[in-house]
């Protein structure tokens, strides 16, 4: 009997509050997961150069390096082609998600209001054949 795949994320976030949110909601889908967590975009990179994620989700304020800067560079780096890049945040404004989007981001996620919301995104996110979806460079939901 096969073991159930565990995912290997990195959640990129410096807000307490938003990590443990987020933590919670992915204990509620039920996925095996593993969460590795960077608190600024400097952290991330240390954390990619031990391991290539499954997922990376990339909050776009944070300190050092923001998010849009930690996409535009790991784009430049080959060794991240695979990888995708989910990027979360409150904000909506449409030159930053055309940006995003532009830099190579495989999603937008704007950040819920309320815990139900995040678990369904979620559950979103881990049906989805992201080697498929990275391979074909097609953009299914961008926005969610």
Known sequence: MNSPRVYDII???DDADDILFFSLAIEEINVPVKIRHAKDG???FQLLH???PDLLFLDIHMPCKNGIACVEEIRRDPRYDLMPILMITSNDFEALVEN???LGANMY???PNTFDDLVEKL???FSVDWSKEIK???I???VI
């Open 50 to 52: 031990q391991s290539i």
């Open 100 to 102: 995003a989007k532009n």
């Open 42 to 44: 400097d952290v991330l």
């Open 109 to 111: 996620i704007q950040k």
């Open 140 to 142: 299914l939901n961008f």
């Open 11 to 13: 959640h990129a976030e």
């Open 123 to 125: 559950r979103y996110i």
């Open 136 to 138: 074909e460079r097609s």
